[in-house]
Each structure stands twice: as structure tokens, then as C-alpha cells.
């Protein structure tokens, strides 16, 4: 069955940096574009990065565009959030997520890893 | 971007009643709306796509419907399984998350 284990999460001080994982199993990782999608505390959904299949393409949402940066390993079937300049505002938890081909909702999603940015 | 609103924020129903949750986008999104269940302490969990098709394992009592900008999540008959908050997720651009409907036991 298919699994997404996000690891990587804890707390930080504002400014600092922090290195998400998402590990993939049960299906053919590099068949699918992946996003880290994250929920602040009491709050709703958002997305926050997307990668194509081979990693040559990748987007970030505007709150964290030229801070964080999506990765992938397909030899390792394993996602990566680089987080870099972190701030208060991205404390939240941090879902990577599956989207089947040819659509953008979710099918999947990891467990979760809590980050909080604080001082 | 596209803002989706869900109404009502809380919802209360007894168990065994019907439930039926709004969803509307701010610009016309066709049947690219998805509706997730989220658990305390759990992730979202999807249950519809393309507006009306029910994912893989998701019980006949949930159905979607709608298109353009005006979408419903209906429960037919609540089992105690079903109170959680739900969200409704356009992906016809960007995506965006609706703000949730919290289903709560009345």
C-alpha cells in the first residue's frame, strides 16, 4: 500500500534552517509529481511546493518563494523540503502528498511533521 | 488565486440525520473540486474527486455534486465515524483549500 513517512520536523529559531524528508513506498515514486502542503496550528490547508516526476521542474507558494526549496531523490523515493530564513509564521505541519497523473488533488498523504518556529 | 468558501463553519447533526456541506469558488473551477476528511491528530483524508467521483474505499454514504462554482458534500446517513472537519480543495488552477466545515455531533 502506498505510504509517505515525513520526518525531519522540530524546533527551530527564527532565521535558522530545516530539512524536511519524506520517504516513499508501495508505489512508483518517480511516476508522480509530489508537494509538501502545510497546516498551521488550528488552521486551514495550504500548499507550499510541487516538484514534476524527474525533479527538473519545481514551484514554490509565494509565503515561501526564495526560502524554501522542494527536492527529490528517485533513487532514494524520497521527497525533501530544504527550509531556509524560517519565520514565526511557518510554524505548522508539514504534509507531503501525492497527486495522481493528470490531476492536482491529493490521493495520499504523509502522517505529517510538526515544525515550530520559535524563539 | 481562487478563494473557496465553505459554509456553515460548524455544522451540527445528530447521528443517523443527513448532512449536507457548501462549498463555493470565487471563479468558475468546472468539476476540478476534491472534498477531504480530516481527523483530530490525523491527516486529510480524500473522499471526493472530479466533484462527484468517491475515492477508493470511501463509503456510498458520501457523495459530491455540483460544478462551476457551487459544490455539496452530502452524508446520507451520519455514523459516529463521520465528525471531523471537512474541506473542499479546487485544483483547476492553483490549488487552494476551502477554511473547513467542522461536523460536529448535535
Known amino acids: 500500500q502506498v505510504q509517505l513517512v515525513e520526518s525531519g520536523g522540530g524546533l527551530v529559531q527564527p532565521g535558522r534552517s530545516l530539512r524536511l524528508s519524506c520517504a516513499a513506498s508501495?508505489?512508483?515514486?518517480?511516476?508522480?509529481?509530489m508537494y509538501w502542503v502545510r497546516q498551521a496550528p488550528g488552521k486551514g490547508l495550504e500548499w507550499v511546493a510541487i516538484i514534476s516526476y524527474d525533479g527538473s521542474n519545481t514551484y514554490s507558494a509565494d509565503a515561501v518563494r526564495g526560502r524554501f526549496t522542494i527536492s527529490r531523490d528517485n533513487s532514494e523515493n524520497t521527497l525533501f523540503l530544504q527550509m531556509n530564513s524560517l519565520r514565526t509564521e511557518d510554524t505548522a505541519v508539514y504534509y507531503c502528498?501525492?497527486?495522481?497523473?493528470?490531476?492536482?488533488?491529493?490521493?495520499?498523504w504523509g502522517q505529517g511533521t510538526l515544525v515550530t518556529v520559535s524563539s | 488565486e481562487i478563494v473557496m468558501t465553505q459554509s456553515p463553519a460548524t455544522l451540527s447533526v445528530s447521528p443517523g440525520e443527513r448532512a449536507s456541506l457548501s462549498c463555493r469558488a470565487s471563479q468558475d473551477v468546472s468539476s476540478n473540486l476534491a472534498w477531504y476528511q480530516q481527523k483530530p491528530g490525523q491527516a486529510p483524508r480524500l473522499l471526493i474527486y472530479?466533484?462527484?467521483t468517491r475515492a477508493t474505499g470511501v463509503p456510498p454514504r458520501f457523495s459530491g455534486s455540483g460544478s462551476g462554482t457551487e459544490f455539496t458534500l452530502t452524508i446520507s446517513s451520519l455514523q459516529s465515524e463521520d465528525f471531523a472537519v471537512y474541506y473542499c480543495q479546487q485544483y483547476d488552477h492553483w490549488p487552494t483549500f476551502g477554511q473547513g466545515t467542522k461536523l460536529e455531533i448535535k
Open positions: 502528498a501525492r497527486v495522481p497523473a493528470s490531476s492536482y488533488y491529493f490521493d495520499h
Open positions: 472530479g466533484a462527484s
Open positions: 508501495g508505489f512508483t515514486f518517480s511516476d508522480y509529481v
